[in-house]
């Protein structure tokens, strides 16, 4: 029987011994820390429990829900989700709801955002390569100016316009301004077409002592079926010869160096860290691609609050700009069982760094403090609540999506390919900023091409939206085989010539641009009039009033602006809704004129070969 040699104890690792010791396969695990779960572990401190970033556990592939509930059964809870933006000390609901927003931004700054929303229709950016462009294009500049920008540029470190367009489709999804709006009305998080989107869910599972509680508990179960987890064993080379690892070295905290043998080996260090340690070493392109390859650095500086009760949310995002802090979690909303006390609560405020940051080397005591003056500043707690504190640093935690990374990925992939019992799964081992299901699928695939599959473990979530397929997914519906040399660009579908138009003129929803119309025409009638009012007179806005025949009620008073607001508002809604659906049916009928064109022709010349 073959032996498997399995680098790392995060999910995409377990969940690969876990489906090996199904299928009746022996392995070893090599976990450089002295915890298992990698980003998803839970910390302990004083009896409080706390995560490395908050996992929600929800998955659309109805195997990865199966080996949640095997592994952790009743401890698996369902907790309801609630996540807000703060931003000028003001809270907005997240996802985006319309009347909560504008109550936030005020009714100048609501207009601008209608406005800039329906430029980014009728004039969107033809180019979506960076995060920017991808979420201007959608939500309009100004909106992701206020709720996108300031956020994404803390958590990655580097400006939106550097940041590739895929991590936008892959994390924000399916969310546009109209399915924020749809959702706000019918609030069953699916989108029009029916599918749910995950930035929409208001529930999720959650282990009762935190996710590492799945992980430590896998970890169980395989050890039972004769896995051997080693800890404190950091991987340094990776001896390979005519195409096939050998073995591997690790090194202990002591010192010593270990050797390890296998006949396979699974690997979910990060890429670059694996290509450094390959013995020989890759070609020198290889390696340069290898070292360009960047990670987002992180830590939780965690406070005890003397207080039951902070704010109600799992977690809130920060995106006021004065402070650098990123996240807060509120981990007893995670679970009732992560606190020891039930009147206190432990906040984790996340700060994401490069480990050259100056704050990075500080002590725990500097950055408590740190954290203690930024709550104070977004007016979140006071000072003289913390009783405790402490910190915990994950490196390497985000790999980041930059505008070359993909480039350098396909010329790692390209030498790894070379090298047939050696398979790269899960976050880091991929580069690729997955979920956590998405992580187990990797190892799942793994596991079984040993066993004797083909499945291509890099087809994982290869297509950038795969999350806004519809309903859950059976692994089944995942197992295309993807050949690994095949680049994304020599992917792409053929450009018909009904898809070139439709390219060069995307469809407009005729709700978001109605929506868009009627916020500019309804709070242009509201400010007009108010600004009559407020200035006086004789005669009060004689040539505004004649809008009373055609506005129902309307008249130059405060009564009448708000009749202004609303009528306006359902005025401008139908004009808006009437223009996009004129629009989108020019534009479906002129592909349509022109795929007929192009099938007259191909059968003339069809007819010419005969």
Same mark, same amino acid.
């Given at each position: 029987m073959s032996h498997t040699l399995i680098i790392g104890a995060g999910p995409a690792g377990l969940t690969a011994a876990y489906e090996l010791s199904k299928l009746g396969y022996a392995s070893t695990i090599l976990e450089a820390d002295n915890q298992v779960g990698g980003l998803s572990r839970t910390v302990v401190y004083n009896g409080y429990r706390f995560d490395i970033g908050g996992h929600r556990f929800f998955?659309?592939?109805?195997?990865?829900?199966?080996?949640?509930?095997?592994?952790?059964?009743?401890?698996?809870?369902?907790?309801?989700?609630?996540?807000?933006?703060?931003?000028? /000390?003001?809270?907005?609901?997240?996802?985006?709801?319309?009347?909560?927003?504008?109550?936030?931004?005020?009714?100048?700054?609501?207009?601008?955002?209608?406005?800039?929303?329906?430029?980014?229709?009728?004039?969107?950016?033809?180019?979506?390569?960076?995060?920017?462009?991808?979420?201007?294009?959608?939500?309009?500049?100004?909106?992701?100016?206020?709720?996108?920008?300031?956020?994404?540029?803390?958590?990655?470190?580097i400006p939106c316009s550097e940041i590739s367009a895929d991590w936008a489709a892959q994390r924000i999804k399916n969310l546009s301004l109209t399915e924020a709006l749809r959702n706000a009305l019918f609030k069953d998080g699916r989108s029009q077409g029916g599918e749910v989107i995950t930035t929409l869910i208001e529930q999720f599972h959650y282990p009762e002592f935190g996710p590492g509680m799945m992980w430590e508990r896998c970890a169980e179960l395989v050890a039972r079926r004769g896995t051997e987890t080693t800890q404190g064993v950091r991987v340094e080379r990776i001896r390979h010869r005519l195409g096939r690892v050998e073995c591997v070295y690790g090194r202990t905290p002591e010192g010593r160096v270990l050797e390890f043998g296998g006949d396979h080996f699974i690997s979910s260090m990060p890429v670059r860290a694996l290509i450094n340690a390959l013995d020989p070493p890759p070609p020198d392109e290889v390696v340069r691609a290898a070292n360009a390859l960047r990670y987002r650095d992180y830590l939780t500086v965690v406070l005890i609050v003397k207080r039951e009760n902070v704010f109600p949310d799992n977690w809130i995002y920060i995106h006021s700009p004065e402070v650098k802090l990123g996240r807060i979690q509120n981990y007893k909303n995670w679970s009732p069982s992560m606190v020891p006390d039930a009147t206190r609560t432990s906040l984790?405020?996340?700060?994401?760094?490069?480990?050259?940051?100056?704050?990075?080397?500080?002590?725990?005591?500097?950055?408590?403090?740190?954290?203690?003056?930024?709550?104070?500043?977004?007016?979140?707690?006071?000072?003289?609540?913390?009783?405790?504190?402490?910190?915990?640093?994950?490196?390497?935690?985000?790999?980041?999506?930059?505008?070359?990374?993909? /480039?350098?990925?396909?010329?790692?992939?390209?030498?790894?390919?070379?090298?047939? /019992?050696?398979?790269?799964?899960?976050?880091?081992?991929?580069?690729?900023?997955?979920?956590?299901?998405?992580?187990?699928?990797?190892?799942?695939?793994?596991?079984?091409?040993?066993?004797?599959? /083909?499945?291509?473990?890099?087809?994982?979530?290869?297509?950038?939206?795969?999350?806004?397929?519809?309903?859950?997914?059976?692994?089944?519906?995942?197992?295309?085989?993807?050949?690994?040399?095949?680049?994304?660009?020599?992917?792409?579908?053929?450009?018909?010539?009904?898809?070139?138009?439709?390219?060069?003129?995307?469809?407009?929803?005729?709700?978001?641009?109605?929506?868009?119309?009627?916020?500019?025409?309804?709070?242009?009638?509201?400010?007009?009039?108010?600004?009559?009012?407020?200035?006086?007179?004789?005669?009060?806005?004689?040539?505004?009033?004649?809008?009373?025949?055609?506005?129902?009620?309307?008249?130059?008073?405060?009564?009448?602006?708000?009749?202004?607001?609303?009528?306006?508002?359902?005025?401008?809604?139908?004009?808006?809704?009437?223009?996009?659906?004129?629009?989108?049916?020019?534009?479906?009928?002129?592909?349509?004129?022109?795929?007929?064109?192009?099938?007259?022709?191909?059968?003339?010349?069809?007819?010419?070969?005969?």
């Open positions: 998955s659309k592939v109805a195997l990865i829900n199966q080996l949640w509930q095997e592994i952790l059964g009743d401890e698996f809870l369902v907790r309801p989700r609630l996540s807000r933006i703060h931003y000028r /000390n003001h809270y907005f609901d997240y996802p985006l709801k319309p009347m909560n927003a504008l109550a936030g931004l005020g009714p100048v700054e609501a207009l601008l955002v209608g406005l800039s929303y329906a430029k980014a229709k009728f004039l969107p950016s033809r180019e979506e390569s960076n995060f920017e462009q991808w979420v201007s294009n959608r939500f309009g500049y100004r909106l992701y100016e206020i709720f996108f920008k300031t956020y994404t540029e803390k958590v990655w470190g984790g405020l996340e700060y994401f760094l490069w480990d050259q940051d100056e704050e990075w080397t500080w002590s725990h005591e500097r950055l408590v403090e740190r954290g203690m003056r930024d709550c104070e500043q977004i007016r979140m707690i006071e000072r003289n609540e913390v009783e405790d504190g402490t910190v915990v640093r994950m490196e390497k935690a985000y790999p980041v999506y930059d505008q070359e990374y993909q /480039n350098h990925l396909a010329t790692i992939r390209q030498y790894l390919a070379g090298i047939d /019992n050696l398979q790269l799964i899960g976050r880091n081992g991929q580069h690729r900023y997955n979920n956590q299901d998405h992580s187990m699928l990797t190892g799942v695939f793994a596991a079984r091409n040993i066993a004797g599959a /083909n499945y291509d473990v890099w087809s994982v979530n290869v297509d950038q939206e795969y999350h806004e397929e519809g309903g859950t997914k059976d692994v089944s519906t995942m197992e295309r085989a993807v050949p690994a040399a095949v680049r994304p660009a020599e992917a792409e579908a053929v450009l018909t010539p009904e898809r070139l138009v439709e390219a060069a003129f995307a469809r407009i929803d005729p709700v978001a641009l109605g929506a868009a119309f009627g916020t500019i025409a309804g709070l242009l009638v509201f400010l007009a009039t108010a600004g009559l009012l407020v200035q006086g007179g004789v005669l009060v806005g004689r040539t505004l009033g004649l809008l009373g025949y055609y506005l129902w009620g309307y008249s130059v008073s405060w009564t009448g602006a708000w009749v202004g607001l609303i009528e306006g508002g359902l005025g401008g809604f139908t004009f808006g809704y009437v223009v996009a659906t004129l629009r989108n049916w020019g534009v479906g009928a002129y592909a349509w004129l022109l795929k007929r064109r192009a099938e007259a022709e191909a059968s003339r010349d069809l007819l010419d070969k005969v």
